[in-house]
């Protein structure tokens, strides 16, 4: 495979130029190998910690509830403008 970068003065057609980009992906993908075990490490310690993910509830169970009744019940919100 040769890549000649318009922008760049960079290429792979030279045997030479070859392995540094074959080293530099193998260097990419060992980074993002300990990017996920660094995350699953921090889960698995905020889970034993008693902590959950994610951003806290903006509304409780019972609002949800009267928001839901009244989009389901009153489509309109208690206007029938079907009738105008």
Known sequence: MRLKPLTETIATSSPGRMPIFQIVGT???FERALIQERTVAGLAAACARGRIGGQP???DAAKALRCVVEVVVTPFGGCDRRRS
């Open 27 to 29: 260097l990419a993908q």
């Open 57 to 59: 509830k903006r509304i």
